[in-house]
């Protein structure tokens, strides 16, 4: 099953925000944790990860910190910030009221 | 591995980005690509291969540059950064207003309709306030005008508005020594002027003014000067002032006429002074200096001479205290006259105005209470606009909630933005009004507002307009601006606004919005339509006349030389014999009066009957061709012969309630009936006894509303017809009868009559249909147009106000419609469900309107013609058909584009 794109970009918020909830993640991370989480089925390619994190960030929900751990490259990691927390929340409840909705009907219909 | 950076930094050349940033990206992306080029290697992808895929990264449907563009061009910041704080309330109001600028510029749909919609109502109430500040509040230009009042002798049997208000000379001065209530009375007297004019005499109003009387009313001449006490000295230069809209129409406005002598009731006057523009006291064309003296004199017609006072309140004097020391004073004098007064009386005071405006107050309060219902919509149409906008706002006020804007900074961003609307709705409003007036001022009753006010738009006039603009956002915005903070602010970024849970929560505000909204259009239109069937209703109410094609004025007959009713008749009868020559002229007569007029009243009495003491009849007095000119139906008998009017013979004609009255059951023709009063008013008929030949249809006798009379509405009073050569009682009409308009006629019955007498003078020439039309029918007329136009403009907001409600809650909840269909519901049930949800709300509001109509009906069954009910059903199904009609209409757009939604769109669409 392949996923539309359209749905893939009204959720692609609520997966990044959830993903760096625990800790902070770097973008390739990200891409890669929904790939294997999704078995396949949702692909982030950079051309689209990137900006959305950019834009999160400018909306103040996550914040990038460039991180230099000894013998590597600079990475930047992405980290949840406090208003992000209360948006992934909400998002979260949002999702899941969807889904029973969706189901409250599909199951009616089939009743 | 590749160096990627120069791949990347081409893909965002089309970026203006500076250059930290720009390296930033490069630096992440590189290393992303690094990291995939390590994973693809690792999975076992040749060199070249892992490359190409690792670039593919990037060209996915271009949405790197697309992306990147949107995120990272320097969008202006909003201004509810979390902590703009109270550094500067005005900084932060003047960012609200940008903001609310930009919100307009925006959504320019809502912010049209929300304006005009304000508009229309900030305007019509802004025209109705005009009205009444110039007309009832302050009509007079005078100084001090709220302490002059007039007095008026009530008696206890008389309706409210009614009693003697001229007065003797005798009175006057008593009055004016005994009184301890005024600064200063003053006395002014009709005086019609004959003014010598080219090939005949004109006719002006004039009105004779007791000393003191430009003192009293302090206002000073435009040029020249006032009336002075020395111009009240016996054998003082006898001058005159001029009004300013006749200096205007009589002499173009020539300055050089001031200090000229001119020839008035054949006394040489000097012009002294032309008064400004708004002096226009008693109506007046020109004002003489006169003092009353004691003694009877004849005034206008043969009439006794009447005064009517004014006097000036005493500082801390009440109305009340006024009438009673008035009353007191009046009781004294009536002992020495009781047939002047009636037998139980007191004295009335009322400020000056009310006398001409009275009439017109019910109604126009009444038009207030309907433009006032109309902004109230305007309003509730906006808040629902406003609450609508607010739900699909949530997002982003919940947003600003948690950035950290506070709710008092969310409620004053969106009553800035109520304000704006309001504002600028005032602004057009002023317009509309500006262009409203003038209608109103056009189709207005003649002489139902004071000479001296001018209706316009006025410093008071825009107070209240401003004051509504700043008002109004408080009604319309306050419940929206609070209703959008009040909420969970969470809650909206948890549903992400769908309708399925999120547009039906703020619906029963907008719904009950709705139902008022119907409600009170509901009431509009049907006090709308009362006054529809009302005035449909007078207009069916027989005239006992054609009133068509009839010219009729008034002869100013000069009173030295026509004394007796020979001298009369010898005028008439060469006049009527010229005009009935005159080309397109069926017919001519005389008359002392014109319907609806009343004519004078005498005491009757009938041979062989005893009717007792209050058998009373008008009389008027008319030549051979009246009944032809008016196509008065004969009923019994036969109408006057020209040698009965020729002889003066003793003869009657009388009215079908007359024979009802005085003779039911019985042949009145051949009876004889004696006019007591005639003895002793001015004829001097020695046997006023007539014998009646026949007797006509009823013509309407009770005068109009408003010029002291009942109108249509009275019944008709008994009346006797005689030969104009028979009497010399006052009045003296010429009535004709055209084949074509009638006005055509003026200029040659005018000199038809100059031929026989120049001193004569026509006053108040017109058309006959024209005349009773302003009289009995204008008012009403203008009641009923001021309604429909409210009303109309009232339906126009409601059918706007349904429309939004059901589109923006249709919009809300479009996905779910989406669900609906997708899983196979049917465009027809899609568009039953949105309709019915709209019937129910009208249906509600009518339900109310309906209530609130009967319990208004009281207040407007005053202005009802009386076979009108206040309940009238008809009236009440047809209002309730147009409403539901218009109603569908508004819900059918939206449903129409519910039904036609496509599933697969309405799914997709976050």
Redesign the interface.
Known sequence: MTV?V?WK??SAELLILSLVETRAR???EI??LIEQRSGGAIRF????L???L??LE???WIQGRWVEKSGQ?R??YYGLTS?GQ??L???R??WQ??VE??NR??EA?HA | MPDWKEEIAARLSSLKLDATRKS??VE??S???D??YA?LIAGGAAGDEARREAL?????????A???H???RSAPREPDAPRAGRRNVFASLRQDLRYALRQFRRNPGFALVAIFTLALGIGASTAIFSVIDNVLLEPFPYRDARHIVYPRIHGSTQAADEGRQGYSAEEYLEIARQNQSFESVIATADDPVLYKHGAGVEWLYGADMSQGSFEFFGMPALYGRVLQPADYDPGAPAVFVLRYKTWMSHFNGDPNVLNKVYVLNGTARTLVGIMPPRFGWYDADLWIPRTPHLGLTTGFAGMPERWFLLGRLKHGVSMTQAESDLTGIARRMAGARPQDYPPQFQVVVAQIGHSVSGQLEPALYTVLAAVGFLLLIGCVNVANLLLARATSREKEFA?RA??GAGQARLVRLLLVESLLLAVAGALLGVLIAWGGLKLIVVSMPPDSIPAESVIGLNAQVLAFTLALAFITPLIFGLAPALQAVRRDL??P????G?G??GGLRTGRLRDAAVVIEVAVSLTLLVGAGLLMHSFLALRQVSLGVQPDHIFKTMLLLPPDRYKTPEQVSRFFAPVLAKVSSIPGVLDAAESSSVPPNISPDTRVELSGKSLGKDAHAQVQDISEAYFRIMRTPLEMGRAFTPAEIHDARRVAVVNRRFVTTYLAGEDPIGRRVTLTDLKNVGDSLRDPSFEIVGVVGDVANQGAPGYGGGGLQAAIQPQVWVPFTATESGLRYLVVRAQQSPMALMNEVQQAVWASDPGVALMYPDALDHAISQRLYAGPRFALLLMIIFGSVGLVLVTVGIYGVLAYSTAQTTHEIG??MA??AERASVLRLVILKGLRLILAGVAVGLAVSLLLGRAVASQLWPVVKPYDPVTLAATILLLLATGVLACWIPARRASQVDPMEAL?C?
């Open positions: 539309e359209e970009k009204g770097h973008g390739y891409s890669k390619y950079a051309a689209s990137y900006p959305l950019y834009r400018k909306r103040g490259r990475r930047r208003p209360k948006i929340a909400a998002q409840r949002g009221a969807f909705a969706v009907i599909t219909e | 930033e990206i992440e992306l290393q992303h690509l990291d995939r994973d593919g990264e990037l060209d996915q449907d271009n949405l790197l697309q992306g990147l949107e995120v990272e947003l948690v950035l969470i809650d970024l948890r549903d992400a769908r399925i849970i669900v609906r899983l196979g997709r976050e």
